[in-house]
């Protein structure tokens, strides 16, 4: 407790005796004293009565003689003598206080009810008189002589304090108290030239709306429709002051909607939406549409949705007008609604393809500040939608050629280019039967800056166009500048075959494989062997075989080699030639024994190099190749080569340590490394198969059977993969 803080509990069991909380605060109030009260006194005569009269009047001087300026203790004093009946005096402590703080508002207001409570009504005129002339501005003193004139059924005199309050031109809740009292009492004429009166003093577009409603209410629509026209004429159509107008014209459409005079209210809305712009006539935006929806056509609602995006695209745009994608859509509701015109045969096709043109202009005019090509991928877009549109819908070809040759002006091609530019670029020129052109700009494509897009793209344009012989000089082109390119080399081979060029397709391929690097070899080297094999040639096939696996050793390389040997080919091409139909010619069919062979020298080269788990899996290709074409002797052949997994030890990285790993073991290795043993390891396995079997275990010869069960192996001792997997499992 010496640092302040709470001791350490040492004992954190429950007590044996529970207390609640409700104990605890039970307890507390319990054990609380009692507050002092003030013994009751009783007075039993009039001299007691004037003796604590004079004691609280002496308590209440002292304490105004102490805080003079406290209107608290003033009131409280004066509340007391209106309470015992002496309200001579208490209108005495209040003149009293009234000369000390003659501007507060609480003794002005604690003094009038203590007349009214006295039923002295007209003392209370009176103080409301002189409180309203010293404190013109305190409304409250105006609400209350007002309503106590109103009470007494006075309505003259609540009418010439109105008229006193207006001089001072108070706040509009005062001129609505007026107004309110009028129609009260059935003035609506006077409650008019109030309005008036209102109007003329603070012209502002709430006064204009109360009073057009106030005129309806009365179904004196001319007179109303008389004030919403002097309301517009007076804020005039300056856009700041059609702003600041925008209630007025709403309240008058609605009132026009009321008496249904649909087409006034449109007038109105369109009068002072055009008179707007976009960004600042939500509000008003919203309303329009709104009416439009009750009680407009399928074209006028369209129109009004579409103004109504047109100012939220606007208005994001005033944000950022960097952001194409708004842009993008900007750019569709624009064409949009041509097409909605253009379909309901309407007149404003001219203006609405206007439209359009201006939204793309002023989203190509931001070209993106950065240097980067990922901030102008959006950008280029517009362009290329800008010249369809102007192709496809507007039909002026000569202007979207201009957007075309702007847009490829724009684009630093130095930095980078986008091959969708020049390829719509050509293929427009294309449609405009201008061949020279297009192959001009592809050309020039290529020589800025060249790309396999490009490549493709105006090879693709010479084979639609049947120049093979430039489609050739294209592919060599774009070998030359890509010769890694395996794809082109693929493409480049299907040419030359479907030209029936058997030789050059060779040749291509040949040039192709012969090239030191390669971005996907696998594919070109499997390209070139289908070509060899639909050409019927098994010679030439199996020796892109044996070049195949002597490059890569790859064990999928040998299992395809082997399998392709098995496997039935077309009859050469020379004889499906010859032959009236193709289809009638029989395939050639695959040599199991050369499968064999190849699977054996698969094996043997993996066991070379010491790859074991590739061998596992030539031997498992093997094995299910023996299944579907072999005899049980060749499978149990295969079988006999399968690998076992043993459980061995080893030293650790530290090189102090040992510890367990499992490795592969195949009988050849086996059998080369340990001849001795191998013969006891190959018969426990198959003692072991043939008691998992349930079946006869054979027996083993120079050895006898044991009485009892033969204990669990031991480290170091192997097991088939078959048992591993299952251990793992358990």
Excluded: C
């Amino acid at each position: 407790m010496q640092d302040g803080r709470a001791p350490r509990v040492q004992n954190r069991a429950a007590a044996a005796v529970q207390i609640t909380a409700e104990q605890l605060l039970r307890e507390a109030q319990e054990r609380q004293e009692p507050q002092f009260r003030a013994p009751k006194q009783r007075v039993e005569d009039f001299e007691e009565l004037s003796e604590y009269r004079g004691r609280k009047r002496k308590e209440f001087e002292d304490r105004i003689r102490r805080s003079r300026g406290n209107v608290k203790e003033w009131r409280a004093y004066a509340s007391w003598e209106a309470s015992q009946g002496e309200y001579d005096r208490s209108r005495s402590v209040y003149e009293r206080a009234l000369d000390v703080e003659p501007r507060s508002v609480q003794l002005w207001m604690s003094y009038t009810e203590m007349e009214l409570k006295g039923r002295n009504v007209q003392h209370a005129r009176n103080l409301y008189d002189r409180g309203v002339t010293l404190l013109p501005r305190i409304d409250q003193l105006w609400y209350r002589y007002v309503y106590l004139e109103e009470m007494l059924q006075n309505v003259a005199g609540a009418r010439q304090v109105f008229e006193r309050w207006l001089k001072w031109e108070p706040d509009d809740k005062a001129w609505q108290a007026y107004i309110k009292m009028e129609e009260r009492y059935n003035e609506l004429d006077r409650a008019s030239s109030i309005y008036e009166r209102w109007i003329a003093i603070r012209p502002e577009p709430r006064a204009w709306v109360k009073w057009g409603k106030f005129e309806e209410e009365r179904n004196r629509l001319d007179k109303a429709r008389e004030v919403f026209q002097t309301a517009l004429e007076f804020f005039g159509d300056d856009e700041e002051q059609v702003e600041k107008a925008q209630a007025v014209f709403g309240a008058f459409a609605k009132m026009e909607m009321r008496v249904k005079e649909y087409e006034r209210a449109r007038v109105i809305y369109k009068f002072a939406l055009e008179r707007l712009p976009r960004s600042k006539s939500s509000s008003l935006y919203t309303a329009y549409t709104r009416f439009e929806k009750q009680h407009g056509t399928r074209t006028t609602l369209e129109s009004t949705v579409l103004g109504k995006r047109r100012i939220e695209y606007e208005e994001e745009l005033s944000h950022d007008s960097h952001n194409y994608d708004v842009w993008f859509d900007y750019a569709r509701l624009e064409e949009g609604a041509l097409k909605a015109i253009r379909d309901e045969e309407e007149d404003g096709e001219q203006e609405a393809i206007t439209r359009v043109r201006e939204v793309y202009e002023r989203a190509v005019s931001n070209v993106p500040p950065g240097q980067e090509k990922r901030h102008w991928r959006r950008y280029i877009f517009l362009w290329l939608d800008y010249a369809l549109f102007e192709e496809l819908e507007s039909k002026d070809l000569e202007r979207a050629q201009q957007i075309y040759e702007t847009a490829l002006k724009v684009v630093p091609h130095k930095l980078f280019t986008f091959a969708k530019l020049w390829i719509l670029f050509a293929r427009f020129k294309i449609r405009r039967l201008d061949v020279g052109a297009a192959r001009k700009i592809m050309g020039t494509a290529i020589g800025l800056s060249p790309k396999e897009a490009l490549f493709k793209a105006y090879v693709q344009l010479e084979l639609e166009l049947r120049e093979f012989d430039r489609a050739r000089e294209l592919y060599q082109k774009y070998l030359e500048f890509d010769a890694t390119n395996s794809a082109a080399w693929i493409k480049f081979s299907e040419l030359e075959t479907t030209l029936q060029d058997v030789a050059r397709a060779r040749a291509i391929f040949e040039l192709a494989v012969s090239q030191p690097q390669l971005s996907m070899p696998e594919l070109l080297w499997k390209s070139y062997i289908d070509f060899e094999i639909q050409e019927g040639n098994r010679e030439r096939t199996r020796a892109l075989y044996e070049r195949l696996v002597t490059r890569s050793g790859h064990f999928k390389a040998w299992i395809a080699y082997a399998l392709f040997e098995a496997a039935e080919i077309p009859a050469p091409r020379e004889v499906r030639e010859e032959a009236e139909d193709e289809d009638d010619v029989p395939p050639v069919p695959g040599d199991a024994e050369m499968a064999r062979k190849v699977f054996e020298k698969a094996y043997q080269d993996l066991k070379n190099r010491g790859l074991k788990e590739e061998r596992v899996r030539v031997l498992e290709a093997w094995k299910d190749f023996e299944q579907e074409h072999g005899t049980r002797d060749q499978v149990a052949a295969v079988q006999t080569r399968m690998p076992v997994v043993s459980k061995r030890r080893r030293k650790a990285e530290n090189g102090v340590d040992e510890e367990d790993y499992w490795d592969i073991v195949f009988p050849d290795d086996e059998r080369e490394a340990n001849p001795a043993s191998f013969k006891f390891l190959q018969m426990a396995h198959a003692w072991k198969t043939a008691q998992a079997r349930g079946g006869k275990m054979p027996a083993m010869p120079n050895f006898t059977r044991a009485a009892e069960p033969a204990p669990p192996p031991a480290d170091g001792e192997d097991t088939t993969m078959e048992d591993a997997e299952g251990s793992d499992e358990e």
